[in-house]
């Protein structure tokens, strides 16, 4: 990927992927070869298999859609989530979930991959502050 001098330029990139990967047929291949797998070899089996399949994955990326409205617990009004994932032998996982219009970075890192996952979060924050710059500019939304 080159230099663009837009963030946007990025965005509409990273759409295209996204759209081009949603309507591939890896997710249905995916689950096929690991149904076959567990029906073959057994779920311990199956089970060690994935657990190496994680231990050689660097990055996790995953995204949640949001509720439309704040979900009450036990009476109270949740003001955020921020779902994650333990135990996972991933040098890093960032969740991104979307809870009423607000935006949750997860981010979990191996401390020998990522040394200061801090400025990791700073970056994204930045990333993010100059994709919304960029969007306000062209006359997209008003705030």
Same mark, same amino acid.
């Given at each position: 990927?080159?230099?663009?001098?837009?963030?946007?330029?990025?965005?509409?990139?990273?759409?295209?992927?996204?759209?081009?990967?949603?309507?591939?047929?890896?997710?249905?291949?995916?689950?096929?070869?690991?149904?076959?797998?567990?029906?073959?070899?057994?779920?311990?089996?199956?089970?060690?298999? $994935?657990?190496?399949?994680?231990?050689?994955?660097?990055?996790?990326?995953? $995204?949640?859609?949001?509720?439309?409205?704040?979900?009450?617990?036990?009476?109270?009004?949740? /003001?955020?989530?921020?779902?994650?994932?333990?135990?996972?032998?991933?040098?890093?996982?960032?969740?991104?979930?979307?809870?009423?219009?607000?935006?949750?970075?997860?981010?979990?890192?191996?401390?020998?991959?990522?040394?200061?996952?801090?400025?990791?979060?700073?970056?994204?924050?930045?990333?993010?502050?100059?994709?919304?710059? /960029?969007?306000?500019?062209?006359?997209?939304?008003? $705030?």
């Amino acid at each position: 990927m080159r230099h663009r001098e837009d963030p946007l330029d990025y965005v509409e990139e990273m759409n295209t992927i996204m759209q081009l990967k949603k309507a591939s047929y890896e997710p249905f291949w995916t689950a096929f070869i690991a149904n076959l797998a567990i029906k073959l070899f057994g779920i311990k089996i199956s089970g060690k298999l $994935n657990r190496r399949v994680y231990s050689s994955t660097t990055l996790c990326f995953s $995204n949640l859609p949001e509720p439309q409205e704040e979900v009450p617990f036990f009476g109270y009004e949740v /003001s955020y989530l921020a779902p994650t994932c333990y135990g996972l032998p991933i040098e890093i996982l960032i969740h991104v979930f979307s809870y009423v219009d607000k935006v949750t970075f997860v981010v979990s890192a191996n401390e020998n991959t990522i040394p200061d996952p801090e400025k990791l979060c700073d970056d994204l924050q930045h990333s993010f502050h100059l994709i919304k710059t /960029s969007f306000l500019s062209r006359g997209f939304a008003k $705030n």
